[in-house]
């Protein structure tokens, strides 16, 4: 299914579109499990030659004839319908391509490339990202709206959220292996880890909205807030903010500790027995002893942690192989930005 070919005189067909839906979806479902088991990838975007699945609907899919042909010549070409709507189709041509990219930051994170050659790639795979999400249909785009809207498509809603938080996450990715390779910090940092964790608590404060996906939160939260919320709880063990963050004024000490007990607050409500229950447990304690020092040990004057008691938090969530590459891990990343 990896090699399916692409000849300019492709005509779609139900079975032809299927194998290169079923790739695609294969394709992003390994790059979640390589970054949430640790383990290395078996699937590589180097050999991965089946062109993404034509942005069709699945009743033109079944119809084929002349009802294929007129959705065909309806998309434009990149292959996305003009129409503005969203097909199953739609949001696995979007997933795998940002998957596409994440394939590439993990070849470079777990490789030993020079320096300044890690560094060029990861600059370019930032700007193609930025790039690629350019070129997404604007009916894909998270209109953070949409979710008070009674009347909205939760299905929807989910899926331009799930969206946002991979686009975010490989920018996530993209920083942490930059200060692994000697870049300096610059705020990209902790900007992307307070938009992970503040998207991904919109399935804690409207869970009931978003219950038919209740199974999914165990590794929503896991796999974009708690490596993020491992940034967010750095930024209080070393501040680097003064009053608020230069490109989001709305990320103050305030701020990243008001959404920190929201993050404590959804993990603790992920039942121990679930799957990553465990996990959820371990994350919550020590952002929760995090919070407790930061408050506690604050002096009069309002100033946060002595130098004497920073030593003695230390941010290991054991998280098994979740944090098996070392350039995933919050406290070592953090300690190679400082000492830069």
């Not at 991965?48 to 009743?59: G, I, V």
């Not at 490989?170 to 930059?178: A, C, I, T």
């Not at 501040?239 to 993990?267: E, M, V, W, Y």
């Not at 409500?269 to 040990?297: E, F, K, Q, Y």
Request: hydrophobic share 40%; proline share 5%.
């Amino acid at each position: 299914m990896h090699a399916e070919s692409n000849s300019p005189s492709y005509e779609p067909t139900l079975a032809s579109e299927s194998r290169r839906r079923l790739f695609a979806q294969l394709f992003v479902g390994e790059k979640d499990g390589v970054l949430f088991t640790g383990r290395p990838p078996r699937l590589s975007h180097r050999y991965a030659f089946t062109p993404l699945p034509l942005d069709l609907r699945d009743e033109d899919l079944l119809a084929g004839g002349e009802a294929l042909e007129r959705a065909v010549a309806g998309l434009d070409e990149n292959g996305w319908n003009t129409g503005g709507k969203i097909y199953s189709a739609t949001v696995t041509r979007a997933r795998c391509i940002v998957a596409m990219i994440r394939d590439e930051l993990v070849e470079i994170g777990i490789g030993k490339p020079r320096q300044k050659v890690a560094s060029t790639l990861l600059r370019d795979l930032k700007e193609r990202q930025l790039e690629a999400v350019k070129e997404f249909p604007s009916s894909l785009a998270y209109n953070p709206s949409e979710i008070l809207d009674p009347d909205s498509n939760v299905n929807l809603i989910f899926a331009r959220l799930l969206l946002q938080l991979e686009q975010l996450q490989n920018l996530f990715f993209v920083e942490r292996l930059l200060l692994k390779h000697g870049e300096l910090d610059e705020g990209a940092m902790l900007l992307i880890s307070f938009q992970l964790v503040s998207l991904t608590l919109l399935f804690w404060t409207h869970k009931d909205r978003f219950a038919p996906f209740r199974n999914d939160f165990e590794w929503l939260v896991m796999a974009f807030a708690t490596p993020s919320g491992g940034i967010l709880c750095m930024e209080l063990l070393n501040p680097t903010l003064k009053g608020s963050h230069p490109k989001d004024p709305s990320i103050t000490r305030s701020n990243i500790i008001q959404q920190l007990s929201l993050l404590i607050a959804f993990l603790e409500w992920i039942d121990p027995s679930r799957p990553n229950g465990d996990m959820c447990v371990t994350a919550s304690a020590v952002m929760r002893r995090v919070l407790d020092h930061v408050l506690n040990t604050a002096n009069e004057e309002g100033l946060s942690w002595r130098p004497e008691e920073r030593d003695n938090v230390q941010l290991d969530f054991s998280l098994e192989l979740f944090d098996t590459f070392d350039w995933m891990r919050y406290d070592a990343v953090a300690n190679q930005g400082l000492d830069g």
